[in-house]
């Protein structure tokens, strides 16, 4: 199931949702309603980036840091 995990510019609310068709890729933050959301990449990126020395290599190649 192709679940994607989102968060509200305006609200910083974050939700996941369910996304089966490439019409549904912006939708409704559920706290404001809103459209001004942003599609988070991964979370398991962000936790082998906190984690000194703990996912090396392979897994590591996958992941771009924007910072
Ligand atoms: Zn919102």
Redesign the pocket.
């Given at each position: 199931m192709p679940i994607y995990e989102f968060e509200?510019?305006?609200?910083?609310?974050k939700f996941e949702r369910l996304i089966l068709s490439a019409d549904d890729k912006t939708p409704e933050?559920?706290?404001?309603?809103?459209r001004?959301?942003q599609k988070i990449m991964s979370a398991g990126c962000k936790v082998a980036l906190k984690v000194p020395g703990g996912y090396g290599g392979a897994s590591a190649h996958s992941c771009k840091p924007s910072g």
């Open positions: 509200c510019r305006k609200c910083d609310q933050c559920p706290e404001c309603h809103g001004d959301v």
